[in-house]
């Protein structure tokens, strides 16, 4: 029988030349199994979307509840459904005012185009400030925001009137006028190498965004359901956005992409035109049930509040090694720097064979990324610091 591996390879379309190419037939907490039994612990997490471990028992009970009762019913917003409600008043209940009204959609792509054409549609204005290094998606309008010319130059031309300014730099906040629709940005911009934004910069555009009647939109697609070490980003920085984008972590382990905002603002998509934004998926009955499980483990089993402790725990044990030359983190973001780019190739090719699985930076050479689930234990944190400082010695 032809393998996995061979069709893999054979018949899938694939984003890259050199995938991991790893099978995986089993996952469990912060671990991933092969065929062959060979354990994997994973520090990437999918990229910050299992951060309840996977296969969490009450994640599979709702997943299984759900499929029981019915799949999709009908293109989203149409029927009323059980999963999508609850958690949409779930999600509510955990957000300031007023961001009280819910768009599921499927992705997080389609979460950052759906604010924008939001933010197009409220204001009556066309132009959109994003950042230098942001990720926001594939698709068309998301790669239109995304801040690196590399992954854009040949699927040109994009959408127009979008101009990149970069994060923490307050001279630049003069850009955004009152033509502006909106600004768009990652509170911590994650493929860029986690770079946070400041508080008082987070502050100021907050201001300056009100000063032009711009709608600010916060993409928490990676930072949210607990990363940083408060459910999300904006809530430890004390700024809130009027427009939320969510994803990833948002469905529990299976898709599901949401932007939040007022009610004022969201019902101008349903007029002028009607249908303003049309998804068949969206707010899937799975993903939602899956999601708000989750939603509901990070809250009772308290994960956010021990993020930032338990990447402390990663950064004392990893960042005198003599190959680390910087850590950054928010919480279990983290962005380890390694001191040159062969030795960052060498430990990367290490570090999976050793067993660890961990991803590089779209925007950042010569870092590795650790998020794992943010259920890992203080114990396992140790014993993969203990298998990474070996992969590090033997360099
Ligand atoms: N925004 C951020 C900050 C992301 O990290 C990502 C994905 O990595 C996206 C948006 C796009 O999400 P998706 O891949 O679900 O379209």
């Known amino acids: 029988m032809i393998s996995n591996s061979k069709i893999f390879y054979q018949n899938l379309g694939l984003p890259s030349d050199f995938p991991l190419g790893i099978e995986i037939s089993r996952a469990e907490g912060i671990y991933l199994y092969t065929p062959e039994g060979k354990r994997f612990t994973d520090l990437v997490s999918g990229v910050s979307v299992s951060n309840v471990g996977h296969s969490h028992p009450k994640v599979i009970r709702a997943v299984q509840e759900q499929v029981e009762c019915y799949m999709h019913l009908m293109v989203y917003g149409e029927v009323i459904q ?71 130059r040949n699927f040109r031309p994009l959408m127009p009137g979008v101009d990149f300014i970069d994060l923490n730099n307050f001279e630049h906040l003069q850009e955004i006028d009152h033509n502006t629709a909106c600004v768009i940005l990652e509170p911590v911009q994650g493929e860029a190498g986690i770079m946070a934004a400041s508080k008082e910069y987070l502050h100021a555009l907050r201001k300056r965004c009100d000063e032009c009647g711009c709608l600010l939109i916060f993409d928490e697609i990676q930072t949210g359901f607990g990363r940083t070490g408060s459910m999300f980003r904006f809530q ?37 035109p009607m249908l303003g934004h049309i998804t068949t998926f969206g707010g899937h009955p799975v993903s939602c049930a899956a999601g708000l499980a989750a939603f509901q483990i990070v809250k009772d089993e308290n994960l956010a509040e021990q993020a930032e402790e338990k990447a402390k725990l990663f950064r004392k044990r990893l960042q005198s090694h003599r190959i680390v030359s910087k850590i950054r983190n928010a919480g279990l973001m983290m962005a380890i720097d390694i001191q040159d780019a062969e030795t960052f190739e060498k430990l990367f090719a290490s570090l999976t064979k050793a067993g660890i699985m961990t991803d590089p930076f779209l925007f950042r050479e010569q870092a590795f990324r650790i998020a794992p689930p943010l259920t890992i234990s203080q114990q396992q944190i140790n014993d993969s610091c203990d298998i990474i400082l070996n992969v590090m010695d033997s360099l």
Request: hydrophobic share 40%; with cysteine.
């Open 82 to 152: 059980s999963p999508q409600v609850r958690y949409a008043w779930a999600l509510q209940n955990e957000l300031p005012d007023p961001l009280d009204s819910v768009y599921f959609v499927n992705s997080g792509s389609e979460a950052t185009d759906g604010a924008v054409k939001l933010a197009k549609r409220y204001t009556g204005r066309y132009k959109v400030i994003a950042f230098k290094n942001a990720y926001h998606g594939s698709s068309m309008g998301a790669l239109s925001f995304l801040g690196n010319e590399n992954l854009k």
């Open 236 to 272: 430890s920085q004390e700024v809130v956005p009027d427009i939320l984008c969510l994803a990833k972590a948002l469905g529990g382990g299976m898709p599901l992409g949401a932007f939040i905002s007022s009610r004022e603002i969201m019902h101008t998509l349903t007029y002028n």
